[in-house]
């Protein structure tokens, strides 16, 4: 059907044409057709040229499922709270700016390079850069898509018979090559050292005692001011109370320890448990 490949293009566009992106953008909106009872507990974030197209993304579905279903905003601050009367029964929220915690279908569209803190155990966030503006003919055609009832029910149709039977959209979350960068740039450098921390113990003085593992912390602080250097992070200062909360976060437990006759401060350590994490 003529129509519904001029939709499913621009969700090629809007995906840079990677497949497995593309692919997830067809099943959560097939999701939001075919199961809108479930919360999809992931918020999609497009980083768009600008001129792309992403409003006529909304204006398609919003067409197919009425109006009354969406809300848009560029300014967060008329969203947030505790409730919003204005997203009341509404399935898709579009808005400009940062993600407040929410249960809707969120398609979020910034220019921005890097609009939102990805912490490192992120399970939440798609983050998709899309493809360049095309010329003007092609989104005028998709603007009269909006307005052709045929047009829209064979694109309803079409996300209503694929099968999503064994496909949740928090499980089958993909990473993006976007969404990497931007949760390598949020992320504290700490957590990668203590990922290869953990891929070579020796090499980092991780000791057992009891059947437990673990690791000093003058070995960790002292180890990660050198790992710094030798990946050209100079500029960055170990906070050594940063640190010990981020173990602590971690499920590391700070204990004291006999080492050589003498006491010292370290923490217990899941090893596979925190490679899993990191």
Known sequence: ???????????YLLTNYENEASNYLIKFISHLFQKPEELPQTALLFKSYQGVGKDLLIEILTSILGEEIAHRDGKMENIVGTFNKSLENKLIMRTDTELTKNYLRLFLFTNNLNPIDISSDDRRY?????????EKDYYKILARLTKDKEGLQSIFNYFMNIDISNWCPHIDRVETQSYKNMKKHNSNPFYEYLYEVMTNEKKYNIMENKNRKFILSKYLEGKYNLWLEDNDLNHIKSNSKVNKAIMLDLGCKDTKFKVNGKDARGFILDIEGLKETL
């Open 1 to 11: 059907e003529e129509k519904v490949n001029i939709f499913l293009e621009h969700i």
């Open 126 to 134: 798609l983050v998709f850069q899309t493809g360049k503006p095309k």
